[in-house]
């Protein structure tokens, strides 16, 4: 299920990407033949599409262990104030 739902991230991104460059002034200003400007448009859209999930991604996995990280050092504080408290 994990693959499927990357695979529709990454086509959304995708998507996303092809939209910009459609709409970008980029299309018109080129000068480049019909055949060439899909071939330009099918490239920046894989490559930014790519490059936006994977972006995606690592951000992801850096705020899972950065939340890991915070969860553990919380529990471990709360673990040595009951330990000082009981000392007491």
């Known amino acids: ?46 490559a930014g599409g790519s490059s936006g999930f994977l972006l995606c991604r690592w951000a992801g996995r850096g705020a899972a262990d950065l939340s890991s990280r915070i969860r553990q050092f919380v529990s471990d504080r709360q673990r040595l104030g009951a330990t000082l408290f009981e000392r007491a």
């Open 1 to 46: 299920m994990q693959d499927f739902l990357d695979f529709l991230s990454w086509l959304g991104f995708t998507s996303l990407a092809a939209t910009v460059f459609g709409f970008s002034d980029v299309v018109g200003a080129t000068g480049l033949t019909g055949a060439e400007l899909m071939t330009l448009g099918l490239c920046v859209s894989f």
